[in-house]
């Protein structure tokens, strides 16, 4: 489950970047209505990706973290 939440905010990013680059060559010439394009495209990118890197670092901790067999008891007698 982390790799594929691993996986999504990668692909998440990685489609951002391909779309803006797509909208910079598109809009050549006229690069002050890419701006706000890119602006009001990264709303819902930077949100998700705001809302899924906590569960991502605790999914992480969770699992590489420490293992149940490495705490220290206290003994009671």
Known sequence: MTIGLA???YSINTMMIAFCSAILIMFNENTWMSV???LLASIPV???V???F???VQMFIFTFG???F???FKFRY
């Open 7 to 9: 996986s999504l905010l």
């Open 36 to 38: 706000p394009i890119m």
């Open 46 to 48: 930077t949100l998700s």
């Open 50 to 52: 705001w809302m899924l």
């Open 54 to 56: 906590p569960l991502f």
């Open 66 to 68: 420490r293992g149940i």
């Open 70 to 72: 490495d705490r220290k």
